[in-house]
């Protein structure tokens, strides 16, 4: 072994490997890649003898001449690889059990008989699936690494590639929908409570058309984004989802799915959870009218004196034992306004909490706010929007000199709101729940609500785990081709987590499927490492036996077919 250094076209930097000679069957020395570390300047950043020491090492090592803990340390190395003899991924194969027994080969079979495509659509979109939840990385990427797994391509190109990502959006709908009938049908799904919420994904690219629009960034990036709304069930299975141009706002987004899942997907009578970005008027008339309930938070401050005096007074509510926390239920019948006009009435329970935890956290967040407004209350002038950022809603504008009632042309001047300031002190640590579904507790309602984390989680797993931004395709047809990839990736991974009775975090099992390694040696054998022990649970919940050293192809295949029958 020996470490080689090659120089980067047009850059003052270098490509580290570690690299091996071996005699091929015509007992001709060539050289294979073990492992690529990356660029030397960012490995010298971290460690400055990175290279001497590898050097020795690597030295030491051959001079050992221990092949077989050789070969171990190598196959764990790292998952680029760029030798003659590639290292192969076959933890996939869990995942494509699931994609077989939700039936999308048989969907995407007759899915090209009607369209008449003339590529392998089915195998594209594996490719594109199992790479996004094991190795995320752009299309052309993707398309260049896809011998990296221990599975048959049928031949197609880099352009069919993009051409199915057309074929992906057209299909979408269709597609969660069959997800949907497939999961009810072979382990049936729990919606007695299904939640809700919406997230964005930037883009690149400052070009703004179609979805890619500027709106609110929940990651305060300046360039396009694009709008997603998800809805889970109670055990965090994704139900379906929808994309959105950038600039909609998010309330708007929960009623088109809700009536199109509530349509098509028969789901009963549901209780929907969702954050106060969704407490609309509209939104919760049209779940109370179709015997729906949900279970939704409250914005207190910026719905005026009515509800905030509700929640400030102070009879009824029930303290803790160490008084830390309090709660009241006060049940109303609130009118909401729909968007035609019309008025709709909804009886429900207001629950009100205070706790000091959160007290301390408001308070925490809100700063030295209090020191700033003096500034301003003494000279209200200074005023601007660059420097009242949390400020400038406590003064009003004044036009009118109250002394001489003469009204100021030439320049407003500020009055500060002393009462407002002050609710808004004797706020901090309250918020609200509203449901109206009666028969809940207290208690119950805080436990359901405390669940809309499952659908945050899953935001996050989309966002690092199967990196689903930045995006890098422009078109929306492409765009929504790249987001089902992601989403069948995370279904995958959520029905994976199901089989095990320790639900591991994604990103645990992403690095089990990812330590299944093979490397070919000669005469149809390759060797194997050792994998994480999550791995070793995997093959023994489908009865398979893949931790030899060593492994024929005909066995490593036949234990492959094993997994991928599975049911």
Known sequence: MFVKKIKMPSQNDYLVYLVEGYRDLNNVVKHRTLHSYGRLSELEQKNPNFLEETKAWAIAETAKGEQGKHEIFFLHLGEEHDGDQPILNYGYVFLQAIYNELHIPEFLSQYQTRTSVQYPLNEILELLVYSRALNPSSKKKTYEDKGNYFFELPDFSLDDVYRSLSHLSSMKDELTLHLHKRIQ???????????????????????????????????????????????????????????????????????????????????????????????????????????????????IRARGTELANIVLDQEDYEWNSDNSFKSKSVERERVVKRSNGSSYTITEHLLCFWSQNEEKYQRAKRGHLGERIEKFIENPALLNASNSFGIKKYFKKVMVDKKTGEVLKAKATYEFNQEKYERDLALDGYYCIVTNDLSLEPLDIIHHYHQLSKIEESFKVTKTDLEGRPVYVWTDDHIKGHFLTCYLALVLYRLLQKKLDNPYPVHQLKEALNSAKAIHLDSGVYLIPDPLPIFNELTEKYQVKLNYKRMKLEYIRSQINLIKKSV
């Open 185 to 299: 049908e072979t382990r049936g799904r729990d919606v007695s409570l299904v939640f809700y919420d919406v997230t964005n994904y930037y883009f690149e690219s400052e070009t703004l058309e179609g979805l890619r629009q500027k709106g609110v960034s929940k990651e305060n990036r300046e360039t396009g984004i694009v709008q997603m709304g998800l809805f889970i069930d109670n055990e965090g299975i994704p139900i379906t989802y929808e994309l959105f141009p950038g600039n909609t706002n998010d309330m708007a987004t929960m009623r088109p799915i809700l009536e199109r899942i509530k349509k098509e997907y028969c789901l009963g009578k549901i209780t929907i959870v969702a954050d106060k970005g969704n407490n609309t008027g509209e939104n919760l008339a049209y779940i109370d009218n179709e015997d729906d309930y949900y279970i939704i938070s409250q914005r």
